[in-house]
């Protein structure tokens, strides 16, 4: 499959720690996004590093991109109830439109 | 902030009914996807659209599905004769352009049920 996969498939922490999510991949890209959806609601993009970037930040948020390992991490600080959502990679393929992988489920417990 | 917008929020249709689902991209973007989401499950590419033709589209993307911008604004998605498995949360997107530096616009979602 040349689509991302996350993991862990579901991740359940409690409010202030730090989530960490990972993604990988199967060949070359042009970029990796990372999207959030909350339940039953559309796709909201958080972030997009580009091939030749190794680490973004945006506020709380940091994800950093390995090309030689394939895989991406999406780190997300001081978390909050209000964090509690699935977060999915999307890898824009050099050849292809993005495809997406199945996601990690987060729980953040107040 | 310009968004995609897609109607009808929930669509209830009888097996073996066309559909038609609809989607208003956001203006200046070039580029528009079908994704579809069945319950509990990945989001999957469906189709993309670049001036006025298809661009790519995926195996799931058969005979009984089709893509068209009728106007200037718009972007639907017809199923021909739906099946239960059809039943998905269908999400539209668009980008200003395709590649390295796009970041795609998804609209809220159409729930089809097929019954």
Redo the contacts between chains.
């Keep these: 499959s040349q689509q991302g996969e996350e993991d862990p498939q579901a991740l359940s922490i409690q409010e202030g720690e730090n989530a960490t999510m990972n993604c990988s991949y199967k060949t070359s890209i042009?970029?990796l996004?990372w999207?959030r959806?909350n339940s039953?609601?559309?796709?909201?993009?958080l972030i997009?590093i580009?091939?030749n970037e190794r680490e973004k930040h945006s506020g709380r948020l940091r994800v950093t991109l390995d090309t030689s390992k394939k895989s991406s991490s999406l780190l997300i600080t001081a978390s909050r109830a209000a964090d509690t959502a699935s977060y999915?990679c999307a890898t824009?393929l050099r050849n292809?439109?993005?495809?997406?992988?199945?996601?990690t489920r987060l729980t953040v417990k107040p | 902030e310009p968004e995609v917008t897609q109607t009808p929020s929930h669509q209830v249709t009888q097996m073996g009914q066309e559909v038609i689902l609809r989607c208003v991209p956001i203006s200046n973007h070039l580029y528009f996807y079908w994704y579809r989401q069945i319950l509990g499950q990945k989001v999957e590419f469906l189709v993309s659209f670049y001036n006025n033709e298809i661009s790519e589209k995926s195996e799931i993307f058969d005979d009984q599905f089709s893509v068209e911008r009728p106007d200037g604004s718009n972007f639907t998605l017809k199923i021909r004769s739906t099946k239960l498995e059809d039943s998905a949360m269908y999400f539209c997107a668009s980008s200003r352009e395709r590649g390295a530096y796009t970041e795609a616009f998804f609209g809220q979602g159409t729930r089809l049920t097929v019954v």
Aim: glycine share 16%.
């Design positions: 042009n970029n996004q999207y959806q039953g609601r559309g796709l909201v993009h997009l580009r091939s999915f824009d292809n439109d993005m495809r997406f992988g199945a996601g």
